[in-house]
Nanobody
Framework: VQLQASGGGLVQAGGSLSLSCTASGSIVSISTMAWFRQAPGKQRELVASITGGGVSTYADSVKGRFAISRDSDKNTVFLQMNSLQTEDTADYYC????????????????WGRGTLVTVSS
């Protein structure tokens, strides 16, 4: 199983970017999908998550500016980021709880590689 993220880049403050992350491999189903971020010198933090039923949660710092969504048929999670601020500069990582069969049915947490978002002033 792999998670492949894309969509990072350089944007001016006030601008928008959209991230996507697709899971591939021998997947039975995916529970919660999420985006985390890690800025230089800081710990990784949860940005937003969305359950299999579509219930989303957000970090206080991004509420009202970011929107998480998913396309369960395509095993893909999206993060629409609006009104970006310089403080949003970080490596963004997708994360997913994935059910698969390896002898028996099991659930594991997977991480994608980071995609860099840089917001300039």
């Amino acid at each position: 199983v792999q998670l492949q993220a894309s969509g990072g880049g350089l944007v001016q403050a006030g601008g928008s970017l959209s991230l996507s992350c697709t899971a591939s491999g021998s997947i039975v189903s995916i529970s919660t999908m999420a985006w985390f971020r890690q800025a230089p010198g800081k710990q990784r933090e949860l940005v937003a998550s969305i359950t299999g039923g579509g219930v989303s949660t957000y970090a206080d710092s991004v509420k009202g500016r970011f929107a998480i969504s998913r396309d369960s048929d395509k095993n893909t999670v999206f993060l629409q980021m609006n009104s970006l601020q310089t403080e949003d500069t970080a490596d963004y990582y997708c994360n997913a709880d994935i059910w698969r069969v390896e002898g028996t049915l099991r659930r594991d947490t997977y991480w994608g590689r980071g995609t860099l978002v840089t917001v300039s002033s």
